[in-house]
């Protein structure tokens, strides 16, 4: 699935694009508005684009994971031949260390993701710390002309971009709030 994303100056004409691209056949889910202000957006039935699409969370896991077992494998390695725990560190050991070196990446590089802009969106952030909206449209490449078609009768919509990717992993994700 590919992504569309356009910046807007006017509340009233995301509205009026988003209504016409509902209209088109375009699912909510498909349709997510990054603003300010996010209760303005629900107030007119907007899908706000919710924490996975505005934050690095994903990408702070996953890096979390990496960096955490590298240090769970280091200190197995140094534990172990260190002698530390005195003979008693054996595979339940190296296995516990790895758990709990993981966990903690995982949740260290998930509550650093949290704190931080999308990667994939930190270039367009700047529109909205202006008071700019960004209309993201995730579509499939038949979609593509249609959508665009749609799009031609909203001039002052811009598309400043048709190479974002985020990745959401679950469905569900996509409409949390």
């Not at 509902?22 to 919710?50: M, P, S, T, Y």
Request: a neutral charge; charged letters at 20%.
């Amino acid at each position: 699935m590919s992504r569309l994303l356009y910046r807007c100056d006017n509340l009233a004409e995301v509205e009026n694009t988003y209504k016409d691209l509902r209209n088109a056949g375009v699912e909510d889910a498909h349709l997510h508005v990054i603003a300010k202000q996010d209760g303005r957006l629900l107030r007119r039935g907007l899908n706000a684009a919710n924490t996975w699409y505005k934050t690095d969370i994903l990408n702070g896991w996953s890096q979390g994971v990496r960096y955490g077992l590298a240090a769970g494998i280091l200190a197995s390695l140094l534990f172990s031949a260190s002698g530390v725990f005195s003979g008693y560190y054996g595979f339940m050991g190296i296995l516990t260390t790895l758990v709990v070196f993981t966990a903690f990446g995982t949740w260290l590089g998930g509550f650093i993701g949290l704190q931080t802009k999308n990667h994939a969106l930190k270039d367009f952030f700047h529109f909205v710390d202006e008071g700019k909206y960004l209309l993201l449209i995730d579509l499939s490449l038949a979609e593509a002309k249609h959508i665009k078609a749609v799009l031609e009768y909203h001039p002052s919509l811009k598309l400043v971009s048709d190479e974002v990717e985020t990745t959401i992993p679950m469905h569900i994700m996509e409409r949390m709030h």
